[in-house]
Nanobody, 125 residues
Framework: QLHLVESGGGLVQPGGSLRLSCAAS????????VGWFRQAPGKEHEGISC?????????YYADSVKGRFTISRDNAKNTVYLQMNSLKPEDTAVYYC?????????????????WGQGTQVTVSS
């Protein structure tokens, strides 16, 4: 499987911001579409964003995060980021990333398709 490591989570107040990182090793991440997912305790996993291969560069967002989150790439660092602004308590979850050929494929993924342990985001006053 692809080796991806999520980082950047933490505790933040409502309205605050965090930037999550999805770092790849052993392969070139810009050849893959990359998606972000999250899962809160007692809830099913939710796909929240996806970015296509670097030569295309299209982005997609779930309605729950559209206008607040931004996905982007830094090919020099072999990393995909998720900038999260205007955070709400309902954003509290473990966040995961995954890579595949297209965002259509990523939309079908389950937790078994993810690599890594995720990064915890907690939004609380």
């Amino acid at each position: 499987q692809l080796h991806l490591v999520e980082s950047g989570g933490g505790l933040v107040q409502p309205g605050g911001s965090l930037r999550l990182s999805c770092a790849a090793s052993g392969f070139t991440l810009d050849d893959y579409a990359v998606g972000w997912f999250r899962q809160a305790p007692g809830k099913e996993h939710e796909g929240i964003s996806c970015i296509t291969t670097s030569n295309v560069g299209s982005t997609y967002y779930a309605d729950s995060v559209k206008g607040r989150f931004t996905i982007s790439r830094d090919n020099a660092k072999n990393t995909v980021y998720l900038q999260m602004n205007s955070l709400k308590p309902e954003d509290t979850a473990v966040y995961y990333c995954a890579a595949s050929d297209t965002c259509i494929t990523i939309a079908t993924m389950t937790r078994d398709d993810y690599w890594g342990q995720g990064t915890q985001v907690t939004v609380s006053s």
